[in-house]
């Protein structure tokens, strides 16, 4: 059975950045199909939201998917022997989505992690993110748009062992340049929020591990980045802390920002809008009953050798479904 259709949203200008004037609602098509045709172009009238001054004809901008992967493939080279462990991944995700990619063990979620975050580029096919196409850039300009436009949120934290909660929150401001005063405002506002006002000055170790996630989750959305980019967020933390991280998760993705998580759980990868699927490499949109379904067998399904050619049948009878 095909995945129900969803039904498109509008988002705010606010949402969906600095491309139109503040206040304006775009038309954004997010169906269930993963991937509208590269040439589809997004227009919606103003109608009533007109803003003053502007011309009866005047339209809305045209709004990019904040990440676009085309027919993107990935290959490893070991004593010149090519391992290809993405192939032709075709992957959007609009501005203010929530997106899991879930799979086992193997199949491929790191190195997605490493491309979507700009800590690897592919081997063939395209990566824009923001606009940007990313595979044309140095490495500097690399650096700048992952410190820019992501946020990072990884499974072990990552946070500096030396430095307390407020300072670790503070880091990416001080590679942004901004003065110490408003770092420190910033950081003891958004640790607040967090619900970390009492532990400031707690060091990583005087933390729990789901403070501590939440100081890294802070950390990670302190310069306003455009995707909130996390690894297996919850897979160092017990049920109930994990339960309280997505939680978190569902309170920034409310607000507005873009969430991409990977997991190998399918339990955390519902907590998303939307589940795609990783197996051997290849990409599948999961309608989100079947990601949870109890026979699903991770082991057998990826290397199951219809997956050679991923079909929606094929996905299907890996889902246990068919
Ligand atoms: N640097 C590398 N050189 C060669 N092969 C690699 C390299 N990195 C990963 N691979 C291979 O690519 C495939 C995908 O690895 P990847 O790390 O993306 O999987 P994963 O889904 O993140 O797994 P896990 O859940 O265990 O972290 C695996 O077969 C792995 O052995
Ligand atoms: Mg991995």
Known sequence: ?????????????????????????????????????????????????????????????????????????????????????????????????????????????????????????????????????????????????????????????????????????ELPLIYAGVGASERHRRATELLTRMGLGDKLRNLPTQLSGGQQQRVAIARALINGPSVLLADEPTGALDQKTGAQVMELFGEIHAEGKTIVMITHEPEIAQHAERIVTILDGYLTETDKVAAIAPTHDWASAAHHPSHAAPTEDASLQQEGRS
């Open 1 to 169: 059975m095909p995945p129900a259709p969803r039904r498109p949203r509008n988002h705010t200008a606010a949402e969906a950045g600095h491309l139109v004037p503040e206040g304006t609602l775009i038309y954004l098509d997010v169906s269930f199909t993963a991937c509208p045709a590269p040439s589809t172009v997004h227009e919606h009238d103003y109608g009533d939201r007109r803003p003053s001054g502007r011309s009866e004809t005047t339209r809305a901008a045209v709004v990019a998917p904040l990440i676009e992967m085309r027919d993107l493939c990935k290959s490893y080279f070991l004593d010149s022997e090519e391992l290809e462990v993405l192939h032709h991944v075709e992957f959007l995700v609009e501005q203010g989505e929530f997106v899991s990619i879930l799979g086992p063990s193997g199949s491929g979620k790191s190195t997605m992690m490493n491309i979507l975050g700009c800590l690897d580029v592919p081997t063939s096919g395209t990566y824009n993110l923001a606009g940007t196409l990313v595979g044309s850039l140095s490495r500097a300009e690399q650096a700048q748009i992952r410190n820019s436009e992501i946020g990072f949120v990884f499974q072990s934290f990552q946070l500096l062992p030396r430095l307390n909660a407020i300072e670790n929150v």
